[in-house]
């Protein structure tokens, strides 16, 4: 058994690691907050942007009209916008989606990959694996519309110019404070399945058998497409990086707390054995004492 000295420097040192893991909890429970309202705030937003772009797909399919981030090609290459968190004690969260990630990498053999990085975890992670890196973006704090606009522009290029023939993203899905799901979606190229999202962040998500709604088009449906196709991707990753900075916020609140918890059951361990030790100590030297007193009255 340790001796008393090394049982309260770990005291001490597990004291201090709760503090700290006290205090992560605390300011991830706030961000945390601010997460899941403008994730929620943006919900509604994005189910009629479904409703509209099922409609424009249907208005396509009748009128015969073309758009190339509407086309479906042979699949030779994609590319993979992988959406992690820049820092780590989030639990499981990274770990669960990079192997989502390469379970459906697996399920394409004959198909080459490249890796566009939301996320300094995510960039670590491909480099690791030595897969190809095509562009990697930080996700700073105050990562907004503005700078995944950056990242669909980019992607939508990318689709335009043969670089990619479909575009996934993976991310968690924040389903619950205490649950996030890895999800990996179509991105481009859009069609009637890809523009149908149902999102864990609504109470009434459509369907992907619900109805669609019928629309009078102004200005012609052509033009319509052009300008609301890349809307939409924008807007959709837009939504998936706020679903994941969620998921980040509400998993690293939940494992400091955990933390936390575990490092106030092992005090109370630690403080057990102190004492049990302390008074072995002192029965010891009374026992050591008594025996002295006996040997010299004797």
Known sequence: ???????????????????ITKAMQMV??????????????????????????????????????????????????????????????????NSNLLRETLKYEK????????????????RQFIARLGRSLTADFELKESFGFRDTKKISQFLIQSFLDNQTDKII?????????????????????????????????????????????????????????????PYFVHYSLYQKVLSARASEHSARMVAMKNATDNAQTIIKELTLDY????????????LEIATAQMAMNQ
């Not at 859009?190 to 200005?219: C, H, I, K, R």
């Open 1 to 19: 058994m340790a001796n008393l000295r090394e049982i309260r420097r770990r005291i001490k040192s597990i004291k201090n690691t709760a503090q």
């Open 28 to 93: 991830a429970a706030s961000k945390m907050r601010k997460a899941q309202q403008q994730a929620l705030a943006s919900a509604p937003y994005q189910r009629i942007l479904d409703h509209i772009a099922r409609s424009l797909h249907e208005a396509r399919s009748g009128a015969d009209l073309t758009h190339p981030l509407l086309d479906a090609r042979p699949l030779r290459r994609q590319t993979i916008v992988l959406i992690t968190t820049d820092k780590g004690l989030c639990g499981a969260l």
């Open 107 to 122: 399920e394409s053999p004959d198909v080459s990959f490249d890796y566009i990085t939301i996320g300094r975890k995510g």
């Open 169 to 229: 993203v993976a991310y968690s899905e924040f389903i619950n404070t205490l649950a996030q799901k890895p999800v990996l979606t179509q991105l481009l190229p859009l069609g009637s399945a890809a523009t149908v999202t149902t999102s864990a962040l609504s109470d009434a998500s459509p369907s992907d058998n619900s109805p669609v709604a019928q629309y009078l088009f102004e200005p012609h449906p052509v033009e319509l497409l052009n300008n609301m196709l």
């Open 275 to 286: 004492n049990k030790q302390r008074q072995a100590n002192i029965t010891t030297e009374l």
